[in-house]
């Protein structure tokens, strides 16, 4: 099979990727028109790196917001010290980089014609078609869970409102309330995130509301960096975090918004402020375009992102099914850069470069100590792969270096240099 | 491939923040740092982890991008 050999060509492959990379702009030839759907990391990094790899490329952006706020950070906003203003970004980067941005919501996709059909009934054509929906919610997942349900007890698990409702809602709780948080199964958008949002708010809690305490029902038995987190949840917040593991009675089976109560196997819990994150699927248009299986996600080539279903149609980000990769921001990030080089290549006439995916999530357990899991992923007959014996979580044991402090020094850095690279 | 690194070292190796900026490093320099990186012989938090997934072949590639950046 072609694919496997190309794979096993290792440093060959390497260096090939590396010239398309480093090619000349508008050296690469073919023109060609595409439509990106989604402005987020995703949708955007890949609109981006196609202007900078063919400057002859037509590449349009079809986006529903004027602004796109980031899921990351959110969890700041959430525990008060970051402002919506410093998690959102217009899109004068992506228009000076010769992008064009579509106000609109794409509605359908005809493979056949290669169109897709905006919710005014306006039509765009394309040679090639990349979906970054990012997540849908799925309201049904959850008995008692609702779109009404989530007014009073948010999930925040899509920012704007909903972030500035759970926030709210925890200025106002009074000291000594319990504060509960409600993660899904896997598979689900940012796999640390909940357990960075119990960490900040116990840390809001710690300097303005120590007697209360935070009740975590997971669907889980176990989650991304628990170890650290853990650990720091014992040296930061003793005594205020109880987290339940699935197998312990975490998993939720209803939820009662009017009382304020989450069943679980152990009985009926009160919280003063609920957060619950629903389980999640691909976003409406994935579905709608017919790239989306039975599971909710979208199946893709793991070495250019092209969607196995639908011949000339891209996913990438949360949407994607990516193997090892985790549902994040700079996933989706170099997602984006592997399928703008695969496009490229492909309207070129060209056979895809080997890709190279990577991942770091930083998560801030307080403003001040940060950890964090980084992977280089191989790709190969088995799919998307961490690379063996490297990559992984934050050192267990501080050094002199002061890892923690650094680490969270190097999470904002973080924030301003992907944020920058994708909409700067 | 050196474009991943633009997540934490900038777009185009130029960073914004205190994670070192990679544009105008020459090859050798590259090298040198992912090699101490991936050996153990330069302490790392991030940088040590990620520099072990690469072969000395692919740091050289690697090297030889980021010294175009300007």
Redesign the interface.
């Known amino acids: 099979m072609a694919a496997t050999r190309r794979f096993v060509l290792?440093?060959a492959g390497?260096?090939a990727?590396?010239g398309t990379?480093?090619r000349p702009a508008l050296a690469q030839g073919a023109a060609g028109k595409v439509v990106v759907i989604g402005a987020g990391f995703g949708g955007a990094t890949t609109a981006r790196?196609l202007r900078r790899a063919n400057a002859a490329l037509d590449v349009t952006v079809v986006e529903r917001e004027e602004r796109f706020i980031t899921c990351p950070f959110s969890n700041c906003v959430i525990a008060g010290f970051r402002h919506m203003e410093q998690i959102t970004h217009g899109f004068d980067g992506l228009r000076k980089a010769g992008v064009n941005v579509v106000k609109g919501e794409a509605a359908g996709v005809d493979p056949a014609a290669r169109t897709v059909t905006l919710g005014d009934g306006s039509r765009l054509s394309w040679d090639r078609l990349v979906l970054s929906p990012g997540i849908d919610l799925n309201f049904t997942g959850l008995p008692g869970y609702s779109e009404a349900a989530a007014e009073m007890m948010p999930h925040a698990w899509k920012p704007g409102a909903q972030t500035l409702l759970l926030r709210r809602q925890l200025e106002a709780m009074p000291d000594g309330g319990t504060f509960i948080v409600c993660p899904p199964a896997n598979p689900f958008r940012c796999p640390p995130g909940p357990y960075e949002r119990v960490s900040v708010v116990a840390w809001y809690f710690r300097n303005n509301k120590p007697k209360s305490k935070i009740l975590v029902f997971d669907a889980k038995d176990s989650f991304s960096k628990q170890g650290l987190f853990q650990a720091a949840w014992e040296s930061e917040f003793p005594g205020m975090i109880t987290w339940v593991a699935g197998r312990d009675g975490g998993k939720v089976e209803s939820v009662d918004a009017g009382a304020m109560a989450v069943t679980t196997a152990f009985g009926v819990q009160k919280g003063a402020v609920v957060n619950v994150i629903p389980p999640q699927r691909a976003g409406a248009i994935a579905h709608a375009a017919g790239v989306a299986a039975e599971n909710g996600w979208c199946p893709v080539n793991p070495a250019t992102f092209a969607s196995t279903r639908v011949p000339g149609v891209y996913v990438v980000g949360d949407a994607a099914i990516a193997g090892a990769m985790p549902k994040s921001g700079?996933a989706a990030?170099?997602q984006g850069?592997v399928v703008a080089a695969a496009i490229v290549d492909s309207l070129a006439g060209r056979s895809p470069a080997p890709p190279?995916?990577?991942n770091?999530c930083y998560s801030l357990v307080t403003p001040d100590y940060g950890i964090?899991v980084?992977?280089?992923y191989q790709v190969n007959e088995k799919g998307i792969t961490p690379?063996p014996?490297?990559?992984?979580v934050?050192?267990r044991t501080p050094?002199a270096?002061n890892?923690r402090k650094?680490?969270a020094?190097?999470t904002?850095?973080?924030y301003?240099?992907?944020t920058?690279?994708i909409w700067? | 491939?050196?474009?991943?690194c633009?997540?934490?070292?900038?777009?185009d190796g130029r960073?914004?923040?205190?994670?070192a900026s990679l544009a105008g490093l020459p090859r050798e320099h590259i090298v040198r740092q992912m090699t101490e990186f991936r050996t153990g012989r330069r302490?790392g938090?991030?940088m040590n982890?990620?520099a072990?997934?690469?072969?000395e072949?692919?740091i050289g590639?690697?090297a030889?991008?980021i010294a175009?950046l300007k």
């Open positions: 290792g440093m390497a260096a990727a590396l990379i480093g790196y700079s990030n170099t850069k190279a995916l990577f770091v964090s980084a992977d280089v690379t014996d490297a990559g992984g934050s050192v050094t270096l890892e650094l680490e020094d190097y904002y850095n973080w301003t240099n992907i920058a690279d700067g | 491939m050196a474009q991943t633009y997540v934490c070292h900038g777009p960073s914004g923040g205190p994670v302490p938090t991030v982890r990620i072990r997934s690469y072969s072949e692919q590639a690697i030889e991008f175009t």
